[in-house]
């Protein structure tokens, strides 16, 4: 795929360093010259969710001059005398900001005098300086508020942005100690760039510095883990039912695009106020051909993870994420984990109690795996899962390519009560713009800030 040969060529062009001393693997390379490279090849959105780079017209030739030229200011002067005065409605459709997007006092005066005229394409040059004017790419645009979590490599703070005073989310990722950066928060930027959904988490700003590269992205209240933990476990099944096809419908978008998550769990599906739900941290998502044989089995937390995985498999396609949907799904209902396993035997040894031990007949060469035949498991049979959710076992099923697609399942009759007009709303658009589907109250949920019923 063209995302997968790109990745592969900034890997080549900036050289990836070995150190025999690290198990992480990094790439090195110039941080603002990769970022603007990415803006040129890609369209990369830093700013808003709406952005459409080129919309404008915008190209590296403007006005028959090449990116790196520039034009006589007083030419410029001249031609913006003869058209109106700059508003910001033009500033905003020129660049594609926020309509809350609070410009520096003067910046519209100076634009007027140095901008070229606005009838004619604007230069990528030209546009990255107007965003980095008006605060873009600027650490000091946002403020940070409280620690929401840390990681290996990663920091997660509340922040507020100075541009639009909405809340953000700041993803800061330490390079003190890195020759480069890790590879996750390159795949994390260049797939989110160009994953434009109202079911995937948007990402706003990037902004780099000696230390840190800080990824700025909406701000939602919780994810699926904390949602599940505060309603006592104890989900409305319609809740499940609206949660499920977000998850659903943010999925078929990527899948169509040839990109796989990789990491779906509750903790990676963020959701707001409103019941909107988003999956984000696609740190171990990459682009791929179908079939990609060149992973490693070392991609998705444990219990969520297909028994093909499990098992060494390495090709595999958008499938290895359905199996995933499909234990979140038991989990929203049933109010536990599927398969909470601590090993990979004690996981795969879970799932075959469960689901029966896999035979020729519902796995066709497992008999071959060397790996399968080592753990030398039990002939256990299937167990019937729980009545009021019977989907599961299209989504569960041993032959990764059997299972489900997303857009298949988005089409299942366990979704007929939602009606049609869901299946036609733009991608861009949250599915809670129709005033039918709204969250219900959760049996035993202890937040009072979530409706009771209908309305956000």
Not at 174 to 181: F, I, M, Q, S
Not at 305 to 334: H, K, N
Not at 410 to 417: I, L, T
Request: overall charge neutral; hydrophobic content about 35%.
């Amino acid at each position: 795929g063209d995302e997968t040969k790109e990745e592969t060529r900034l890997e080549e062009t900036y050289g990836r360093k070995k150190n025999k001393q690290k198990s992480k693997d990094v790439l090195k390379f110039d941080f603002p010259f990769l970022i603007s490279h990415f803006s040129k090849i890609t369209a990369i959105n830093i700013v808003h969710e709406n952005l459409k780079m080129g919309s404008d017209g915008e190209s590296d030739q403007a006005s028959g001059t090449s990116s790196d030229e520039v034009q006589s200011p007083t030419g410029v002067c001249l031609r913006n005398r003869v058209h109106r005065r700059i508003s910001m409605e033009d500033l905003n459709k020129r660049l594609s900001l926020p309509a809350d997007i609070r410009i520096p006092d003067g910046y519209l005066e100076k634009l007027q005098l140095s901008s070229p005229p606005f009838d004619q394409p604007l230069s990528r040059r030209s546009r990255r300086a107007s965003l980095s004017e008006i605060g873009f790419g600027k650490l000091e645009t946002y403020i940070k508020l409280d620690k929401l979590g840390e990681g290996t490599y990663a920091t997660v703070f509340k922040g507020r942005s100075k541009l639009t005073d909405n809340l953000v989310a700041l993803k800061e990722i330490r390079l003190e100690h890195e020759e480069g950066a890790p590879c996750t928060a390159i795949r994390e930027v260049s797939l989110l760039k160009d994953l434009k959904h109202a079911n995937i988490v948007t990402l706003h700003d990037i902004v780099h510095t000696d230390k840190s590269l800080t990824l700025v992205f909406e701000y939602l209240d919780k994810d699926l883990k904390q949602y599940m933990d505060d309603c006592g476990n104890i989900m409305s099944m319609h809740n499940v039912k609206i949660f499920l096809f977000q998850i659903l419908r943010g999925l078929s978008y990527c899948h169509k695009r040839k990109v796989l998550h990789r990491d779906l769990k509750p903790q990676n599906l963020l959701i707001n106020e409103r019941g909107e739900l988003k999956l984000a941290d696609f740190g171990l998502a990459r682009a791929k051909s179908v079939p990609t044989k060149t992973y490693s089995n070392e991609v998705v937390t444990l219990w969520y993870r297909p028994p093909d995985v499990l098992l060494g498999s390495s090709e595999y396609s958008t499938q290895i994420d359905m199996w995933g949907v499909g234990c979140i799904f038991y989990e929203m209902a049933a109010g536990r984990p599927l398969f909470p396993g601590s090993t990979v035997e004690d996981e795969l040894h879970l799932i075959f109690r469960l689901l029966g031990t896999p035979t020729e007949e519902n796995w066709p060469g497992i008999s071959t795996i060397e790996e399968f035949k080592s753990y030398n498991f039990p002939k256990y049979k299937p167990q019937p899962l729980i009545n009021h959710a019977p989907r599961y076992t299209l989504l569960l099923l041993y032959e990764s390519k059997a299972r489900i697609s997303a857009d298949e399942a988005m089409k299942h009759s366990y979704f007929r009560q939602l009606g049609m007009r869901v299946h036609t709303l733009p991608e861009s658009v949250s599915m809670f713009t129709l005033k039918e589907l709204q969250l219900q109250r959760d049996p035993g949920y202890r937040n009072s800030s979530y409706p009771e019923s209908g309305g956000p």
